[in-house]
């Protein structure tokens, strides 16, 4: 058995909620096919807080092994330093997190709030949230960079807003396994950061014909007027769907780019920053000089069932 301990710190909770969908492995499949043991969980423990209180003190003077420490929410730092926005039982939550960092043999962040900060590290920022080991993409999280757990790896960062429901379950899987995990540069698993949001969408002929929708509910792509981000973001949601099922392009939705350290962007979600004519970031590996010549002649050569939106996405 591996033991496992679940903290929620500045969350809404959604990872937990995306990690009940799971199928591949199901939470019920870690604990029955891969010896998971869950000490504690906020949401699915049905013991007595008084019984967290017990595992606590047990893990802290080492009666109690930890295999995994998994963080779901920012950590809060203010006011001034003292994490005294969030505490629990009069301790801040960041202190604690300190603490049982030392004890665990690997830190996984589910979510991009403990990973980078996220949506409440976002500005103002009054709560100082910052994640584990980054604060958006510099490196001033809670724990330095350099920091590294028992098993010999940083926090492990499964990024999203919320995260895969499969790449959470997946990484824990790997980790109850004993398997090599290779991550990014920044910390994150890059079996499932390496393909674009934009890979597999269904959009992507609309996209490279340059036929695009100025408002929702229609066929085209997302991309030049309505703020997706698809060609920028890893993550595996149009390769791996959501529920089995669809995806937030499938279902009409720009990709907002929750997956990456700056989510969320301090802009407008629905709507394509430009300079001039040009998005202010094109997808990976395109040139700002040769982007308009291009989708130009793109559109040019569109074919009619394109045009005339007669593809289904
Ligand atoms: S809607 Fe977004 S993800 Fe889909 S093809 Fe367009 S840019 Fe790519």
């Known amino acids: 058995m591996a033991t496992l301990v679940w903290l929620q710190t500045g969350s809404c909770s959604g990872d937990t909620m995306s990690m009940l969908c799971a199928d591949s492995p199901?939470?019920?499949?870690?604990?029955?096919?891969?010896?998971?043991?869950?000490?504690?969980?906020?949401?699915?423990?049905?013991?007595?807080?008084?019984?967290?209180?017990?595992?606590?003190?047990?893990?802290?003077?080492?009666?109690?092994?930890?295999?995994?420490?998994?963080?779901e929410g920012s950590i809060m730092t203010g006011p001034h330093g003292s994490g005294m926005y969030d505490t629990y039982r009069g301790r801040p939550k960041m202190r604690l997190i300190q603490q049982l960092v030392a004890q665990a043999k690997f830190v996984v962040a589910m979510g991009t709030c403990a990973a980078f900060g996220g949506v409440h590290a976002a500005p103002p920022n009054p709560t100082d949230c910052v994640g584990l080991q980054f604060d958006k993409l510099a490196p001033h999280g809670l724990l330095p960079l350099s920091w590294r757990s028992s098993g010999g790896l940083p926090v492990i960062n499964v990024a999203g807003c919320p995260a895969h429901p499969n790449s959470m379950t997946k990484t824990l899987a790997m980790l109850l396994s004993g398997m090599q995990l290779e991550l990014d540069s920044l910390n994150r698993p890059t079996m499932f950061f390496k393909a674009m949001v934009h890979q597999g969408c269904t959009r992507n002929e609309y996209h490279e014909y340059h036929i695009e929708e100025t408002e929702f509910g229609g066929k085209g792509c997302m991309f030049y007027n309505l703020g997706c981000q698809g060609p920028i973001t890893l993550s595996k949601c149009n390769t791996e769907l959501w529920n089995n099922r669809s995806s937030k392009t499938r279902a009409g939705v720009p990709c907002f780019g929750c997956t990456s350290p700056d989510f969320p962007l301090d802009a407008g979600l629905f709507n394509t920053e430009k300079i001039g004519s040009i998005p202010l970031n094109l997808p990976l590996g395109v040139e700002r000089s040769n982007y308009i010549a291009y989708k130009s002649l793109a559109h040019e050569a569109a074919p009619d069932r394109l045009i005339h939106k007669e593809m289904d996405v």
């Open 26 to 71: 199901s939470v019920e499949e870690l604990t029955t096919g891969y010896g998971l043991e869950i000490l504690w969980h906020p949401s699915l423990s049905h013991v007595p807080t008084q019984t967290f209180d017990h595992l606590l003190d047990a893990i802290l003077a080492t009666r109690q092994t930890l295999d995994i420490l998994c963080i």
